[in-house]
């Protein structure tokens, strides 16, 4: 079952601009997670927030999350077209923690 | 260099053959995952296993079957009782048994049924 719904679908800006990105799940969680997935590759982890957190930071990466709402936002600042690719958020669900449910993804696409 | 390797990267199937796909990591973790992801959507999980000689199945389970004798490797079978095994199959490593944190991923393996 996917927990989390991403939006957009799609998403294309230039070089230099702010992408953002946002998730929204069902269930209570205990952290949530922002991957990166490159055309044919394997996931890579981006950045963790967990439940009794509200903003994080991780160099050009802002994760929001409001739990009262279950969403949260994933901000890209001053993109570059190597940040092409496609970024899913995936929750660690309370009580089935040990495993993740992934979202459908936004595949985002930056152009010189 | 430490991480999880799968293989093979492409593999062809004929209708009716069962294929295992490999998974290996040398990063000492204790637990391991097998998900599916076709295209356009997001992963869903088929098996996966928190400590050797034990795993569970996912939301998509039917069809396949894993084992984990040893800790590092963690093979998917695709049994020809799955209808729709043509998909792009990803394996991934966490640190210890009941950690919520971070995956790591391998490369993937890209099945198609002929």
């Known amino acids: 079952s996917q927990q989390g719904e991403e939006d957009p679908q799609a998403l294309s800006i230039q070089e230099g601009e702010n992408a953002t990105m946002n998730c929204s799940y069902k269930t209570s969680i205990n952290n949530l997670q922002w991957y990166r997935q490159n055309s044919g590759r394997g996931l890579v982890h981006l950045i963790l927030?967990?439940?009794?957190?509200r903003e994080k930071h991780s160099g050009r990466l802002r994760v929001t999350l409001d739990t009262s709402k279950k969403s949260s936002s994933l901000l890209i600042t001053a993109s570059r077209a190597a940040d092409t690719a496609s970024y899913f958020c995936a929750t660690a669900n309370t009580g089935t923690a040990s495993k993740l449910t992934f979202g459908t993804g936004t595949r985002l696409q930056v152009t010189l | 260099d430490g991480g999880i390797t799968q293989s093979p990267k492409y593999l062809f199937r004929k209708e009716g053959q069962n294929v295992t796909l490999s998974c290996e990591q040398n990063?000492?973790?204790?637990?391991m995952y097998w998900y599916r992801q076709d295209p356009g959507q997001g992963l869903r999980l088929i098996y996966y296993?928190?400590?050797?000689?034990?795993?569970q199945k996912g939301d998509i389970a039917e069809g396949y079957s894993v084992s984990r004798e040893k800790k590092e490797s963690f093979p998917l079978t695709v049994t020809s009782a799955q209808k729709n095994p043509t998909a792009f199959y990803l394996c991934?490593?966490?640190?210890?048994?009941?950690?919520?944190?971070?995956?790591?991923f391998g490369e993937g393996s890209r099945l198609t049924v002929l």
């Open positions: 296993s928190q400590i050797v000689n034990d795993f």
């Open positions: 927030i967990r439940s009794n957190e």
């Open positions: 991934a490593s966490r640190g210890t048994s009941g950690d919520t944190g971070e995956l790591f």
């Open positions: 990063l000492n973790h204790d637990a």
